[in-house]
């Protein structure tokens, strides 16, 4: 009887213990074989690839070292790895569609290699693969052909809970500019086994390098103050040795001596690509100067700056340099010009472009190269080619259109980067935005441009510093590989805002110089383009893009519009002060400059409208605040005329920091005439002014005045007068005169008859005094 009671129990107590052992097992989802990216596990990452640049003089092995990741929440076991590769780049779009999506172009180069039985959580293990380019013996990259091959390291393991699968996979661009020979090869065929580049047709390169920086003035600070106030420190980091714009200036400063480039022709082929804001900004460094407190930069609390010293020897280096080659302007504070062209001023306008190249002649004591408009940051939009071309004749060099696949036959699109007329006085001279694109991921600051179609979109933040930097350098050299490819002319083009560590600037200079000498390609000066670009005609090409990421907002777009009218119209009273030499306009430029700033290209594009509309809160508040420093002072009385011709005496209080034209407007009431004193010109400080008017009434008035620009802009707030007339004044006087005239004859006579002794008639019909004493 005991015996079925046992077997009673015994389901019971295995549903129990499974119940527990769901309970244990981790709740996240086993990740599926070939879908790592559900659940990351392992991330791998590429620490070096020597050589970086293939010639036929290299090492003929590349070696690849890296550094494997555990980033999931359990362990993973038997991590395995091995490297692949796929064929030559083919088009300009495969630059950045062999670096993300399908890999099944790839094909090994050997066998998988353990990495590690067991890696646990936060583990990093390294590795390394060496191959030979090619061999008839061994595993080998099979490199037979110059060109630009695309490796990978792919990355599988068994995570716990999990079936084996490809947990991650790294991709890079290896340049290979000729093949050296088979490590095997006797020494009699090493001569014969090289494979050369063909240097039967050599591409025209122009390279441009920028020197730029996010906008550090803090805003609402106008001309003649100082020192001057920016938003934080970090351009004295920048400045300083070592640091990013250090760091650009040494590089092609190196590059282009006369020890390193004997011949020049790198720096023929270079142009330095000079932001004007940056120059205003590192200029006023040099006398001293203060940084916000506030974490926004906006705040006027400040404390000061420490990059004077780096600012002087920065600058005075740059001076140097650009006294020995090309210099060119880029729009002011890299401001979107599509956007300016929807605010629609002119004078905003040329102060993006036209001035900005004035502002580089001035600080550097050069003259820039004219003619052409850089637009390293955003694309020719249809708004931008009519801005440019209400100016003149000039050459944009703006990114070409491209995307991964030709539309019409599906084949993978290499960017047209023919020259073409778009409108009557603007031609584009397009560069290739995948190449762009690459030389936009270098550094420790990568960017994804807002020219790029997202078909060629390629996630930034799981490529290593080294990976970007070798698909930087093979996109350069591509169409130098590529014989096929036309025209044989390229422009290479960083983003403005660029930031290469030293040693990607190093590599990337030195693979320019070395196509060069390699007879792959030939320096084009940025002259040559400008005057080859202008011979161009109308050409066929995709229609220019409208709606662009990045984009501003049309509030903010009118809000610079309103803003910017006001401005001119203070602008147009203020003249000069004799004592400072400071002009109107200069006292204004700023607040017009942080207009441009605040259309500045170089913020993240998510983050622009909302930096913008902080940017001009604060100098919509500045601008209000000069239009109320010029005042009436309010006497907070009353004034009384003591004639109808009385004039009305006033004083007028001016604290801007130049002189300014003004016209008195005064409503007065019916019987009271006001002399227009027409312009009046009132210098910092007071100045009493006396008003001749005409009253015919007697009673106390209210008259308001107010201050206006001769163009009519209501300057300070109105004042209400109390005024006391009297219109019979002169009557009054005509009176009062007569009265002391017939008082002071009447004196006169007396004091006659006085001293002559004799009585004065007017007495005679008193009586006398003795004559009423005897009578008492």
């Not at 091995?82 to 094909?107: H, K, M, P, Y």
């Not at 060109?147 to 792919?154: A, E, F, M, S």
């Not at 956007?339 to 820039?368: E, K, P």
């Not at 599906?410 to 560069?431: C, I, N, Q, Y």
Request: proline fraction near 10%.
């Amino acid at each position: 009887m005991t015996t079925p009671r046992r077997v009673g129990k015994l389901p019971r107590i295995v549903l129990v213990l499974g119940f527990l052992a769901l309970l244990a097992m981790p709740t996240t989802a086993p990740a599926a074989a070939g879908e790592p990216g559900s659940a990351p596990f392992l991330q791998v990452r590429v620490d070096s690839v020597t050589p970086d640049l293939i010639t036929t003089t290299s090492e003929p092995t590349v070696t690849v070292t890296g550094t494997v990741t555990n980033v999931g929440d359990r362990p993973v076991r038997d991590v395995v790895a091995r490297l692949e590769r796929a064929s030559a780049v083919s088009s300009s779009a495969g630059l950045r569609t062999n670096l993300d999506g399908a890999n099944d172009q790839f094909q090994p180069v050997g066998e998988f290699t353990a990495i590690a039985p067991d890696m646990q959580r936060g583990q990093a293990v390294g590795f390394t693969f060496s191959y030979p380019l090619r061999s008839r013996t061994a595993p080998s990259l099979g490199v037979e052909q110059p060109g630009v091959y695309p490796l990978l390291v792919n990355i599988n393991g068994t995570p716990d809970y999990g079936d084996a699968a490809r947990l991650d996979d790294a991709r890079f661009l290896l340049p290979v500019l000729g093949v050296p020979p088979d490590p095997a090869s006797t020494s009699a065929d090493a001569l014969t086994d090289v494979v050369p580049p063909d240097t039967t047709k050599p591409v025209a390169v122009t390279m441009l390098w920028p020197l730029a920086d996010k906008p550090r003035l803090a805003p609402g600070v106008p001309g003649g103050t100082t020192p001057v106030r920016l938003m934080n420190d970090d351009l004295a980091v920048s400045l300083a040795a070592g640091g990013r714009l250090d760091s650009l200036l040494s590089a092609v400063d190196f590059a282009t001596s006369p020890p390193v480039d004997p011949g020049g022709d790198t720096a023929r082929a270079l142009c330095l690509a000079v932001d004007p804001d940056l120059l205003v900004t590192v200029n006023a460094m040099t006398t001293g100067y203060v940084v916000s407190d506030s974490p926004d930069g906006l705040g006027a609390a400040s404390h000061p700056g420490t990059g004077q010293a780096a600012a002087v020897a920065w600058l005075d280096k740059l001076r140097a340099l650009a006294k020995r080659m090309c210099v060119t302007s880029t729009p002011y504070a890299q401001a979107d010009l599509g956007a300016l062209q929807r605010v629609g001023d002119a004078g905003l306008d040329a102060a993006a472009t036209i001035s900005a190249s004035d502002i580089i002649d001035h600080i550097l004591g050069v003259a820039s190269l004219r003619g052409a408009t850089v637009l390293g940051d955003g694309p020719l939009t249809p708004a931008a080619v009519d801005l440019l071309g209400s100016q003149g004749s000039t050459v944009a060099i703006a990114a070409a259109n491209c995307s991964a696949q030709d539309s019409a036959t599906g084949e993978p699109m290499t960017a047209d980067v023919t020259p073409r007329r778009v409108a009557p006085k603007v031609v584009v001279a397009p560069f290739d935005p995948a190449v762009g694109a690459a030389l936009a991921g270098v550094g420790t600051d990568p960017d994804l441009p807002t020219y790029l179609d997202s078909s060629l979109d390629v996630p930034l933040d799981h490529d290593s510093m080294v990976a970007r930097r070798q698909d930087a350098i093979a996109s350069m050299l591509w169409r130098a590989l590529q014989p096929s490819a036309e025209p044989r002319q390229q422009i290479l083009l960083p983003p403005l805002k660029w930031s290469p560590q030293p040693s990607d600037a190093q590599s990337m200079l030195t693979a320019l110089a070395t196509t060069i000498r390699s007879g792959l390609a030939f320096a084009r000066p940025l002259g040559d383009v400008i005057r080859e670009a202008a011979q161009a005609g109308p050409g066929p090409g995709p229609d220019l893009p409208r709606d662009t990421r990045g984009g501003f907002d049309d509030d903010v777009v009118s809000t610079v519009n309103g803003q910017n009218g006001r401005l001119w119209g203070l602008t147009a009273a203020l003249t000069t002060d004799p004592r400072t030499g400071l002009t109107g306009p200069q006292y204004t430029a700023p607040l017009r400059e942080d207009m441009l700033r605040a259309l500045s290209q170089t913020e993240p594009p998510d983050e622009r409208n909302d930096l913008a509309r902080r940017r001009l809160g604060v100098v919509g508040a500045t601008i209000n605040d000069l239009f109320g420093a010029v005042t009436i002072v309010n006497p907070g009385g009353s004034y009384t005329l003591a004639t109808e011709h009385s004039p009305l005496p006033l004083a007028v209080r001016n604290d801007l920091a130049v002189p300014i034209r003004v016209r008195l407007q005064v409503d007065a009431p019916p019987g009271m005439t006001v002399t227009d004193l027409g312009e009046q010109e009132i210098p910092p400080g007071y100045l009493p002014l006396r008003v001749p008017i005409e009253v015919h009434f007697t009673q106390r008035v209210a008259v308001d005045v107010t201050l206006r620009t001769p163009d009519g802009l209501q300057l300070g707030e109105p004042v209400r007068l109390s005024v006391h007339s009297n219109a019979y004044g002169k009557v009054l006087f005509a009176i009062t005169l007569i009265g002391g005239t017939v008082l002071a004859v009447l004196v006169g006579r007396r004091l006659y008859h006085r001293f002559r002794g004799q009585p004065d008639p007017a007495d005679l019909d008193r009586p006398r005094r003795a004559s009423a004493e005897g009578h008492r």
